[in-house]
């Protein structure tokens, strides 16, 4: 159980690399010429990884039964959530994930807003007026984007490593893939591989404690909101 455990995993590793090995070469291609360059690397990449995903929760549902079943699903959004001291996760007796979810909800986004502004927008001269003309595609693409990143890189990773190691190992392996592969992402360098890699494995002790996609799902489509629309206004 063990080995394949491990193969499925090295399986999601080759599938995350994917992402920007797709990503990257799909640099300059047009479908639609009506659309903007930016628009249509993202119809193309949004729908080709979609199916990548799907393809992985079909692999998981025939092998994983038990533990797909388990963790494809809303979740307790408001479950008990275990204090992290060494990285301010310091959970008041009555606060849940529904309170600390929300707080930690908006200090992310912003921090990824303020990253994303110094990365991209201030650099690019971006007008502001730009980003909201381009919002609602960019929702539309933030939902499939973040939908397929937390089945390869989360939920896939909760579901293979569940019983085969403790879950503190499996929030930082999650982390690990997340932010690694986010060094050639936005945000990228080594400031986007710290920021990822501590989304990652939050956004997985999310999962794992509230037994449910909800938390992750959603915190990190709030981070895509403000990435895509960034890129897509280059």
Not at 130 to 140: E, N, T, V
């Amino acid at each position: 159980m063990k080995t394949k455990s491990y193969l499925y995993l090295g399986l999601i590793v080759l599938l995350t690399i994917s992402l920007v090995v797709i990503s990257h070469g799909l640099d300059g291609v047009v479908l639609f010429k009506s659309l903007s360059v930016p628009i249509n690397k993202q119809i193309l990449y949004q729908t080709t990884t979609l199916l990548i995903s799907v393809f992985l929760l079909l692999v998981l549902k025939s092998v994983k039964k038990n533990e797909f079943k388990a963790y494809f699903r809303k979740g307790d959004v408001s479950a008990k959530i275990y204090p992290e001291p060494y990285v301010g996760i310091n959970p008041k007796p009555n606060e849940n994930w529904s309170h600390v979810g929300k707080n930690l909800a908006i200090v992310i986004t912003l921090v990824t807003a303020i990253i994303i502004y110094f990365q991209i927008i201030h650099e690019s001269q971006i007008k502001f007026i730009s980003l909201f003309k381009i919002l609602p595609i960019s929702i539309l693409f933030a939902l499939t984007n973040s939908f397929v990143e937390e089945v390869i890189t989360r939920f896939s990773v909760v579901v293979t490593l569940k019983n085969i190691i403790s879950d503190k190992y499996i929030s930082i392996i999650s982390g690990v893939i997340f932010g690694t592969v986010h060094f050639w992402g936005n945000p990228g360098g080594f400031v986007g591989l710290l920021v990822a890699g501590f989304l990652g494995w939050f956004l997985a002790k999310s999962m794992l404690e509230t037994k449910g996609i909800f938390w992750a799902w959603f915190i990190h489509f709030l981070q895509d909101i403000v990435i895509i629309t960034a890129l897509l206004s280059i």
